[in-house]
Nanobody, 123 residues
């Protein structure tokens, strides 16, 4: 059974940093393009970072570009998100899932999402 387990969130002051982790189970992680999403209260879930299966290609939303870095360890089946210079508007629950395309290979998110990890940025 597919499992996605996010961790690493917490309370941080503006300008601070956090590193999120996503442990994955039950699928061919190294073959899948992966994404980080976030959902703030009252808003829809949005994609903030994308990485190809091998990890050579990355993409970011305009809101986080230059501040966040997505990476992966295909030997451990773990996805990471390094967040620097955090802002109050980054406050949200952060989720991981597969999705997007690597070349001609495309895949959609798993129907079952993890619990996510809460990131709160406040003074």
């Amino acid at each position: 059974q597919v499992r996605l387990m996010e961790s690493g969130g917490g309370l941080v002051h503006p300008g601070g940093s956090l590193t999120l982790s996503c442990e994955t189970y039950g699928f061919a992680f190294s073959e899948m393009p992966m994404r980080w999403y976030r959902q703030a209260p009252g808003k829809q879930r949005e994609m903030v970072a994308h990485i190809s299966g091998p990890g050579r290609r990355t993409e970011y939303s305009d809101d986080v570009k230059g501040r966040f870095t997505i990476s992966r360890d295909n030997d451990k089946d773990v996805l990471y998100l390094r967040m620097n210079n955090l802002k109050p508007e980054d406050t949200a629950v952060y989720f991981c899932n597969k999705g997007g395309c690597t070349g001609s290979i495309c895949t959609s998110p798993f129907t079952s999402w993890g619990q996510g990890t809460q990131v709160t940025v406040a003074s």
